[in-house]
């Protein structure tokens, strides 16, 4: 089983590493650009056939370990 | 318009992070993960209507800016 | 002028990247590691003979783009 | 024991995150950037009074975990 987690920061915490990448495009003349946030993807395969342990794994996961819950937020999916 | 642009390193390149978050992961006790990659998301809010136009810039910011192709594969999806 | 700037999260800010690699080495074997941080070094090479400017340059650098001021300290050091 | 590791791109790794930055202060008028690279920097605070011992066992954590020598180096320094 695979499961991604995208990581990224809440609304309202700045992220400059987007930041830094709106400027460069723009420098780049990428004027059509609005905003841009960079998030952190985790590809997990997982051995594991039962669904609902997985997902429950993978929250633990999350919150021990992966995320900083404070300032991040984090999204889970399970793709086969 | 909203793309999400996914960088990861190309198969066969070492992911020492993914490494990593595997071994840490493993020392909680979730035995049952085979393996980790870490990936980075891009998510960029574009100023754009025509989605042929929209690709066209993304793909060029992946390779002229984003992406390090040597070692990295990059997937963009419109997201709306 | 070579500059190096460390930016790393301050005291209290939760390190899941920390803590996946301290958990890792645990797992490893490498038990006598007490804690891990970890911070992101820019290294700049700037056009400018004057230190006074270069260094209040760097500043702004970290103050408008390089830092997150909310949850990461920056240091600034002049190499050469 | 303090030790600090710096890691970064080998001399010809592209390094898209250092440019992304390097545009981004071009295009906020920092005109006189020449190049800017991105390292990673792992404090380690480590109970250990041996520093061979120390050092030696911080290049095997790089060799591996920490560094993807393929492509980054790696350089130990002992605080205190």
């Known amino acids: 089983m ?3 987690i995208n990581i ?3 609304e309202g ?3 400059p590493a987007g930041k830094a990448v709106h400027h460069a495009l723009t420098s780049l003349h990428f004027s059509n650009v ?3 946030r960079i998030a952190k993807q985790i590809i997990i395969d997982l051995d594991e056939n039962d669904e609902q ?3 429950s794994d993978l929250i633990k996961m999350c919150e021990e370990l992966l995320a900083n819950t404070v300032i991040e937020n984090y999204e ?3 793709v086969k």
């Open 2 to 4: 695979k499961a991604v």
């Open 13 to 15: 915490v700045l992220d």
């Open 34 to 36: 609005n905003s841009v």
């Open 8 to 10: 990224g920061l809440k």
């Open 76 to 78: 889970i999916e399970i």
């Open 53 to 55: 342990k997985a997902k």
